[in-house]
């Protein structure tokens, strides 16, 4: 069974800084481009970052970009994303996700697998 679990979410104050985790079980991530996604009460679900494979190569949105950075750790089987200089338009329910192949990382449609998500509240 399959499961990505996020933790590390919380309130914090503007400026501040949260460290999340996706903790992977069920499957290598070696075999999976990871990414961080978002959404916001009432609004779309967002990319925030990915990573490929190896986690050479990474890709930001344009709202976290200077700010956000994702890594892994594939002996680890753990993906981290590392936010600084929060914002309370930061504001959302981070969710992990798993993507095989070749598909978008940036788009949420075709990603394998999705963990439950964990609140991120920013307050001004």
């Known amino acids: 069974q399959v499961q990505l679990v996020e933790s590390g979410g919380g309130l914090v104050q503007a400026g501040g800084s949260l460290r999340l985790s996706c903790a992977v079980t069920?499957?290598?991530?070696?075999?999976?481009?990871m990414a961080w996604f978002r959404q916001a009460s009432g609004k779309e679900r967002e990319f925030a970052a990915g990573?490929?494979?190896?986690?050479?190569?990474?890709y930001y949105g344009d709202s976290v970009k200077g700010r956000f950075i994702i890594s892994r750790d594939n002996a680890k089987n753990l993906v981290v994303l590392q936010m600084n200089s929060l914002k309370p338009e930061d504001t959302a329910i981070y969710y992990c996700?798993?993507?095989?192949?070749?598909?978008?990382?940036?788009?949420?449609?075709?990603?394998?697998?999705w963990g439950q998500g964990t609140q991120v509240t920013v307050s001004s």
């Open positions: 990573v490929e494979w190896s986690g050479t190569y990474k």
């Open positions: 069920g499957l290598n991530i070696r075999n999976y481009r």
């Open positions: 996700g798993a993507l095989s192949g070749y598909g978008n990382i940036k788009s949420m449609s075709g990603y394998d697998y």
